[in-house]
């Protein structure tokens, strides 16, 4: 049944692409030849990431991990809201194989304890990557941000085809998807704020970034309130990326709070 509604998202999104105006594609920078080759999947998945080279030793040797299962969060009332200075601007999508990145340009930003994060980039993955209670939702995006001395903060919104709504921003997007190794310019102003639920609470705890390096020390915030997609919307991406999450990884005892 699953394979039958991927083989019929697969001609509708063809269908759609055939029609839809082309935008102009322009390759990414190629790949850095020092970046050994990682997948999903297979000889080169997350199992053996680990191992595909030095410097992705803590893919595997590392106590920080992330994605991890959410529950038994402590309520830490001394935690403060997130506060969010995002900024309408024009995007740069980036297929780089793994996702589709959109580059923002400068000047949007969190503070987080008196610590300002700039966002550089936010991207998916299909499905989620982080569990709540080991549910794991139809689609993530991950805002990426990073502060004046080299901090990371990432805060992931979980998307949900429960509803049907279509998200404004993925609407404005995702005609422009590049294909792999392009990218495409969106011009339109596009506000990364239309990424963000109402309810700003969330779940924070330490962990890493899961793809390779999977650098550890990354400070994580979790929305609690989902976000819903279409159907259409989740089977466009799809398409492009059948599958591009994480396993979930071991918490090694970390805790998990939450601000409410
Ligand atoms: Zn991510």
Redesign the pocket.
């Known amino acids: 049944m699953r394979l039958s509604i991927l083989a019929v998202a697969a001609v509708l999104s063809v269908t759609s692409i055939a029609t839809a105006q082309t935008p102009a594609q322009t390759p990414a920078q190629p790949p850095s030849s020092s970046e050994p080759k990682w997948d999903y999947v297979g000889k080169y998945g997350p199992v053996n990431w680990g191992r595909l080279d030095p410097s992705y030793k803590a893919c595997s040797a590392g106590k920080e991990q992330s994605p991890i299962d959410i529950r038994g969060a402590h309520l830490n009332k001394a935690l403060q809201p997130i506060e969010f200075h995002y900024m309408a601007g024009s995007i740069t999508l980036e297929n780089n194989g793994h996702t589709v990145v959109a580059h923002v340009r400068p000047g949007s930003y969190i503070v987080v304890d008196g610590t300002r994060y700039e966002l550089e980039q936010f991207?998916f993955?299909h499905p989620a990557?982080e569990a709540v209670k080991g549910r794991i939702s139809d689609m993530v995006v991950?805002l990426l941000h990073k502060s004046a001395d080299g901090k990371l903060a990432v805060i992931a919104v979980r998307f949900n085809e429960d509803r049907g709504n279509p998200n404004t921003v993925l609407s404005a997007l995702w005609p422009s998807l590049p294909k792999a190794g392009q990218t495409t310019e969106i011009k339109d102003m596009i506000n990364p704020g239309g990424l963000l639920p109402a309810d700003k609470g969330y779940w924070t705890y330490t962990g890493s970034l899961?793809?390779p390096p999977c650098t550890e020390g990354v400070r994580w915030f979790v929305f609690e309130q989902e976000l819903s997609l279409s159907r259409n919307q989740l089977r466009t991406f799809g398409v492009l990326f059948p599958m591009n999450a994480r396993p979930l990884q071991d918490t090694h005892g970390r805790k998990v709070e939450a601000n409410e």
């Open positions: 991207h993955h990557e991950h899961t793809v």
